[in-house]
């Protein structure tokens, strides 16, 4: 199964914060309300709130990525 990963579009977002409501183990807000990223690689037990936290974003801001596969220094 490939890795998931949240990605948030800064531009569309609109700083309410519905997503760190959701998703508070990967998301947090920083002083504006703006989302910060814990961890951007979804673990699998947290895909299910992961999905509800992009459906529950109310600019479409949020969504799920797969992961890039990382290179070898
Ligand atoms: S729910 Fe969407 S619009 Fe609201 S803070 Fe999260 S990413 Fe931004």
Redesign the pocket.
């Given at each position: 199964m490939k890795e998931l990963r949240l990605v948030?579009d800064p531009i569309r977002?609109?700083?309410?914060?519905?997503?760190?409501e959701l998703l508070p183990e990967l998301i947090e807000l920083d002083d504006w309300?703006?989302?910060i990223l814990r961890d951007d690689e979804v673990p699998r037990h947290l895909r299910g709130d992961a999905r509800k936290a992009v459906a529950?974003?109310?600019?479409l801001?949020?969504s799920l990525e797969r992961a890039r596969a990382k290179s070898k220094a």
């Amino acid at each position: 199964m490939k890795e998931l990963r949240l990605v948030v579009d800064p531009i569309r977002c609109d700083a309410y914060g519905h997503c760190a409501e959701l998703l508070p183990e990967l998301i947090e807000l920083d002083d504006w309300g703006y989302p910060i990223l814990r961890d951007d690689e979804v673990p699998r037990h947290l895909r299910g709130d992961a999905r509800k936290a992009v459906a529950s974003c109310p600019r479409l801001a949020l969504s799920l990525e797969r992961a890039r596969a990382k290179s070898k220094a």
